[in-house]
């Protein structure tokens, strides 16, 4: 029975997402980066993601923001990442492996070894979380995802002893495995997970940071409305080359608290909530925390005065930081199947991720992390959406404008083998960026059985892009289609063309990623009544093997494949 | 000109299983069942296979044909498909002299789904995804830059499949039949095709 509730529940999820995007799997959680180009999406490894949102507003990516829904993410240099997920997954067992696609196998003797293909790289992963007796179940999980290697292996390599990874020789930007006890009953969800985890982490300095948790130990508790999470971690940095090594000992962790039955039916809702790290180094690290503590605690409301007008605030204040978003937003129903959202919403702060470390060292260079003064960033925004029988039509528009948008002030570069680095600190522009944003779509569903969306969309920035770290992507197209055959076979497609974006800061000469189409494909052989799920996915087929990311690597065709059975 | 003739003798074993599976009766469903989430599983069998495999085009140079033993799983998936799941093996050896090995051990993961209509039934067609992993018999990392050198390391590759199943005899529970796979792998700097034809004796579980 419950197998059946939750598939029930998982598809209810996965139909109500079906309008906005196909439902293609990428490599792991947090990688959906891969699936997107409704804005400017760039990939250089599954540890450093650019993800930027057409219309989202401001310079920034939406990983380099916090917001309280993102207390539970990985905390990846300063920015905030799913990916390593260390969120128990529903009570199933399953197993997932790819490929990117291009291993010469028996083509290697035909040619000789300069006409070699560079070296293709996997994913694998395994894992397992049990049903609950008497509320209780266990959990293991090993995945790492090689993907997004080779280009920068050469450099990475050296800097640390031995394979740096679970497994395999591709030097992988993670590898994990962890495994936990948890409890589920009585209003209660807790768990306690373990692990070990080699990760490559993305300085703003360009260079890739080697850090071995050993361990990682993470703690969550649920209960009623209250939100609990603790975490300690051993981090070992080494530099092999310089002879270099050293620890940080972490704890980290938030407690957030959100009104729940009390405010769900009135006009007040309120939230509130405390995050925290603190660390002490040892030996040689390459970046640092002021004081070695950081304390962030913040709050929410929410006031719907009518049913029609909602204002949102968040509002989190420290000795060093202050960061406040806010929102007011008129949703009505103008005419019969016509929705209409007016809105404005307002973003502020001293630094964008005030968890984040303070500063950065590299190469006798200390780069500042957190730049002096503030940026404002406030935005307009209309979306209305028609449907008529079996077809949905839709516009957004949005206009922004920011003010002391974080960027990055270079003083020097300096070249290692394939890679650049970049000295300097994180600055502000001190100008007033503008942007204008919109996009269509025009969407069919029929039922359950068939949905597919067409949608373009436009931006245009005026400012000095130049002094942006990256200047997004002006103009994106995508054709997605989701099929579901007999109940039992899901086709998911994304056909999408996105256009240029340009990476400024981080070399001599700025790199701009080409315009390109991708074509994802996911098939699904789905059983229900058994809960077995067979997943075979296609990404990126069509585009051109490309960089995507300053010290990136190279984002091939891929192939990946899961089995999954739930309990 | 091996492989002519051994692409001659599979398509007249494929001609002559033909003929015999008129005579045998369909796989897989003997009764509609209701939904296809019923029908999923309704009926499964276990099966062992061998044959022969062909390089094809290029490949040809590379390596000889060669034999391969597996076995596989059939299940019912809608009133007219079966899902198809195999793990065959075979070795390999090469016909150039540089390379720093005799042959390459292969293990070739299947999973697709077979289409056996009421128009070509007991015949199925089908196809789907295969994952094959590579590994040479011999050698080292210091072999890498060698030709074949990339396969002294673990070496992981995809691409589709489709094929043609002929059962030619049934037994209570057990059939025996015919299947011609063609292969395509998704290597660089070309495709990688191969032909394998071969015979298995399928038990159906229930």
């Known amino acids: 029975m419950f197998t059946t509730s939750l598939h029930k529940m998982l598809a209810s999820v996965c139909l109500a997402a079906l309008p906005a995007f196909a439902l293609i799997e990428p490599e792991t959680e947090g990688m959906d980066a891969v699936t997107r180009d409704d804005g400017t999406f760039l990939v250089g490894s599954p540890t450093y993601v650019f993800d930027r949102?057409?219309?989202?507003?401001?310079?920034?990516?939406?990983?380099?923001?916090?917001?309280?829904?993102?207390?539970?993410?990985?905390?990846?240099?300063?920015?905030?990442?799913?990916?390593?997920?260390?969120t128990p997954h529903e009570p199933s067992l399953w197993l997932r492996t790819g490929?990117?696609?291009?291993?010469?196998?028996?083509?290697?003797?035909?040619?000789?070894?300069?006409?070699?293909?560079?070296?293709?790289?996997?994913?694998?992963?395994?894992?397992?979380?049990?049903?609950?007796?008497?509320?209780?179940?266990?959990?293991?999980?090993?995945?790492?995802?090689?993907?997004?290697?080779?280009?920068?292996?050469?450099?990475?390599?050296?800097?640390?002893d031995g394979s740096f990874a679970w497994f395999g020789e591709?030097?992988?930007?993670?590898?994990?495995?962890?495994?936990?006890?948890?409890?589920?009953?009585?209003?209660?969800?807790?768990?306690?997970?373990?692990?070990?985890?080699?990760?490559?982490?993305?300085?703003?300095?360009?260079?890739?940071?080697?850090?071995?948790?050993?361990?990682?130990?993470?703690?969550?508790?649920?209960?009623?409305?209250l939100s609990l999470s603790l975490a300690y971690e051993n981090a070992e940095y080494q530099n092999k080359r310089k002879s270099e090594s050293g620890t940080r000992t972490e704890w980290n962790g938030s407690a957030y608290y959100?009104?729940?039955?009390?405010?769900?039916?009135?006009?007040?809702?309120?939230?509130?909530?405390?995050?925290?790290?603190?660390?002490?180094?040892e030996g040689t690290v390459y970046t640092g925390l002021e004081d070695d503590l950081v304390v962030w605690p913040f709050a929410q409301i929410r006031?719907?005065?009518?049913?029609?007008?909602?204002?949102?605030?968040?509002?989190?204040?420290?000795n060093r930081d202050w960061l406040l978003q806010d929102s007011i937003e008129y949703k009505t129903d103008p005419m019969p199947r016509l929705g209409l959202i007016l809105g404005e919403k307002n973003v502020a702060g001293t630094r964008l991720n005030p968890i984040a470390d303070t500063e950065e060292y590299f190469d006798g260079d200390t780069i500042s992390l957190a730049a002096d003064g503030s940026m404002q960033m406030h935005e307009l925004y209309v979306r209305v959406e028609d449907s008529l029988s079996v077809f949905r039509l839709g516009a957004r528009v949005a206009g922004w404008l920011e003010y002391g948008a974080e960027t990055f002030d270079t003083t020097g570069f300096v070249e290692d083998k394939v890679l650049t680095y970049r000295y300097g600190d994180v600055g502000r522009i001190h100008e007033w960026i503008q942007g204008l944003s919109g996009e269509v779509w025009l969407g069919i569903d029929y039922g359950k059985m068939f949905s597919f969306t067409a949608l373009g969309g436009y931006e245009h920035i005026w400012g000095p892009s130049r002094e942006f770290e990256v200047s997004p992507v002006e103009y994106y197209a995508a054709f997605e289609g989701d099929w579901l055959l007999n109940g039992t076979f899901r086709i998911a497609h994304s056909l999408r063309y996105r256009s240029d974006a340009r990476w400024n800061l981080r070399s001599q000469n700025p790199m701009v990623v080409k315009g390109d189409w991708y074509w994802d494909a996911t098939f699904e052989q789905r059983f229900p009544k058994y809960g077995l799920f067979l997943t075979g996915t296609l990404l990126h087929v069509l585009s051109d093997d490309a960089i995507q990311a300053p010290n990136g690597s190279y984002d091939r065709l891929r192939f990946v494949c899961t089995v999954r059975k739930t309990f | 000109m091996d492989f002519v003739k051994a692409l001659s003798k599979t398509l007249a074993v494929a001609l002559l299983s033909f003929a015999c599976s008129l005579a045998a009766e369909s796989p897989a469903q003997d009764t509609v069942a209701k939904t296809p989430s019923d029908v999923a599983f309704s009926h499964v069998a276990v099966s062992i296979q061998g044959g022969e495999i062909y390089p094809w085009g290029d490949l040809m140079d590379a390596v000889e044909n060669s034999l391969f033993v597996g076995m596989g799983l059939r299940y019912s998936y809608w009133e007219n498909f079966d899902g198809i799941l195999h793990f065959d093996y075979t070795y390999f050896k090469s016909r150039i002299k540089e390379v720093p090995y005799p042959g390459v051990h292969q293990a070739m993961g299947r999973l697709g789904l077979d289409w056996h209509g009421r128009l070509?039934?007991?015949?199925?067609?089908?196809?789907?995804?295969?994952?094959?992993?590579?590994?040479?018999?011999?050698?080292?990392?210091?072999?890498?830059?060698?030709?074949?050198?990339t396969l002294v390391d673990n070496e992981t590759e995809f691409g589709y499949f489709v094929h043609l199943n002929v059962p030619f005899l049934k037994y209570e529970r057990l059939r025996i039949g015919f299947d011609m796979l063609w292969e395509e792998l998704w290597t660089l700097?070309?495709?990688?095709?191969?032909?394998?034809?071969?015979?298995?004796a399928e038990w159906r579980l229930w």
């Open chain 1, 53 to 86: 949102e057409n219309g989202a507003g401001g310079i920034h990516s939406e990983s380099e923001l916090w917001t309280p829904e993102k207390l539970r993410m990985r905390l990846l240099f300063n920015r905030l990442s799913e990916t390593p997920s260390w």
């Open chain 1, 303 to 318: 006031f719907a005065p009518v049913a029609q007008v909602t204002l949102d605030a968040m509002l989190g204040v420290n």
């Open chain 1, 258 to 281: 959100r009104c729940g039955k009390l405010c769900k039916d009135g006009m007040l809702w309120f939230g509130a909530g405390v995050q925290f790290r603190t660390v002490e180094d």
């Open chain 1, 99 to 160: 490929n990117e696609l291009g291993d010469m196998i028996y083509q290697d003797p035909l040619y000789s070894k300069e006409d070699r293909p560079s070296n293709r790289t996997p994913i694998l992963e395994g894992g397992f979380r049990s049903s609950a007796f008497m509320g209780l179940w266990a959990t293991a999980r090993l995945f790492q995802v090689d993907h997004y290697s080779d280009e920068s292996m050469r450099t990475r390599n050296v800097q640390v």
């Open chain 2, 120 to 149: 070509i039934s007991p015949v199925m067609v089908g196809g789907g995804f295969i994952c094959n992993w590579s590994r040479a018999d011999e050698g080292d990392e210091r072999d890498f830059d060698q030709p074949g050198g």
């Open chain 1, 170 to 225: 591709n030097w992988p930007m993670f590898s994990t495995a962890y495994g936990g006890l948890g409890y589920t009953g009585h209003g209660v969800e807790a768990s306690v997970l373990a692990g070990e985890e080699y990760m490559w982490e993305f300085g703003e300095s360009s260079r890739w940071i080697p850090v071995h948790y050993s361990p990682r130990v993470e703690a969550r508790v649920d209960v009623q409305d």
């Open chain 2, 189 to 200: 700097p070309e495709r990688s095709n191969m032909l394998s034809a071969g015979f298995y």
